[in-house]
């Protein structure tokens, strides 16, 4: 989209740095989303960030718009206030695993089931960082930590699984140390309309070092990861020799030229498709049977939130017989003293 408003990376950079732990995933993100906020072609003056509580959410200190500390958990609903009283508002909710999936669970999967046109980056370290090294809703189970000194015994949460639940219709993933990555898909988000979710897998070097690089390390992050792209081939591997098929109920990873596997065998991405069945498969897949899904994986269309209310305020006001605060004061049964 054109840039009409003449607005570059250096308009969302601050004076002062980023206090985050050196080497923290969320310098990467916030470079990234200042580079993608120029080619969205939004004005800088309508750019809201919301955040509640954890290492993401300092976010909105460090990035040169408008912005908004809430409370742990409750991002969400300050997000969604903001975009109905301003629909014209480009507004973004900057939350972590523990922000949005424990104390902020409820707030987290309305949002996404109302879909108002928010942009949702979801930090995802598997820890709750800021509070020094409890396990979140997202660790994996049988992880030492803080918290669980013998191993968590609970089932974690996947955010796209939760999303699809949610009836989220826009869902993508990336992994913080891929900034070209992250400015793609970010921008495709900020276009999309509707509730935008994207998990950015983030390290987190101080309590959880290293819990993504199974797929991010340059040995083997070409086979463990699949880059999605809608109407391409779901091919991965560094010569993208491998690839998706689907058997029955599941998905197989093939190798084009074996066993008589053609590259038109492949499935082909469809982000667009309102059935969110292959979407579900997608965001489940797991090592070290089937390479993790990244990229946009979900971005059908759908009515907004906040249209459909000022299209049912503006209805009801060409009949209500209240038009005013003053109307509804004196409409109904009144008495004098």
């Not at 993100?29 to 072609?41: N, S």
């Not at 509640?52 to 500390?69: A, K, L, M, V, W």
């Not at 922000?99 to 902020?104: F, Q, R, T, V, Y």
């Given at each position: 989209m054109e840039n009409n408003f003449n607005i570059s990376i250096q308009d969302f950079k601050m004076d002062k740095p980023a206090r985050w732990c050196p080497g923290c995933g969320?310098?990467?993100?916030?470079?990234?989303?200042?580079?993608?906020?120029?080619?969205?072609?939004v004005d800088k003056n309508k750019v809201?960030?919301?955040?509640?509580?954890?290492?993401?959410?300092?976010?909105?200190?460090?990035?040169?718009?408008?912005?908004?500390?809430g409370l742990h958990g409750r991002g969400a609903a300050i997000a969604t206030g903001i975009k109905l009283a301003n629909p014209e508002l480009s507004v973004w909710l900057v939350t972590g695993d523990g922000?949005?999936?424990?104390?902020?669970g409820n707030h987290f999967i309305h949002l996404l089931r109302r879909n108002l046109d928010i942009k949702i980056l979801l930090f995802n370290n598997k820890i709750y960082g800021l509070t020094k090294g409890q396990y979140s809703p997202t660790t994996p189970k049988?992880?030492?930590t803080k918290s669980s000194p013998y191993g968590t015994i609970e089932e974690p949460f996947l955010p796209g699984e939760l999303a699809m639940g949610a009836q989220g219709n826009f869902f993508a993933r990336v992994v913080d140390t891929d900034l070209e990555m992250m400015k793609q898909v970010f921008i495709q988000a900020a276009r999309h309309k509707g509730t935008a979710l994207i998990e950015v897998l983030q390290n987190c070097v101080i309590f959880n070092d290293d819990i993504h690089a199974e797929i991010t390390s340059k040995e083997s992050r070409d086979e463990n990861q699949i880059y999605l792209q809608h109407g391409k081939p779901m091919l991965f591997g560094k010569n993208k020799e491998l690839g998706l098929i689907?058997?029955?109920?599941?998905?197989?990873?093939?190798?084009?030229?074996?066993?008589?596997?053609?590259?038109?065998?492949?499935?082909?991405?469809?982000?667009?498709?309102?059935?969110?069945?292959?979407d579900y498969m997608l965001?489940?897949?797991?090592?070290?049977?089937?390479?993790i899904a990244m990229g946009v994986i979900r971005a059908c269309k759908s009515e907004v939130y906040e249209d459909m209310l000022y299209d049912q305020m503006n209805t009801i006001r060409q009949t209500s017989k209240i038009q005013c605060v003053d109307d509804l004061l004196t409409g109904g049964n009144t008495f004098s003293i």
């Open positions: 969320g310098h990467a993100v916030l470079a990234a989303i200042q580079r993608a906020l120029p080619e969205t072609g809201v960030f919301v955040s509640g509580i954890g290492c993401s959410s300092r976010f909105p200190y460090y990035i040169n718009t408008y912005g908004f500390h922000d949005s999936m424990a104390i902020g049988g992880s030492v689907q058997e029955g109920t599941r998905f197989k990873v093939v190798k084009v030229g074996e066993n008589g596997i053609r590259l038109e065998d492949i499935l082909v991405h469809d982000a667009l498709d309102h059935d969110d069945t292959k965001v489940r897949m797991s090592r070290p049977h089937f390479p």
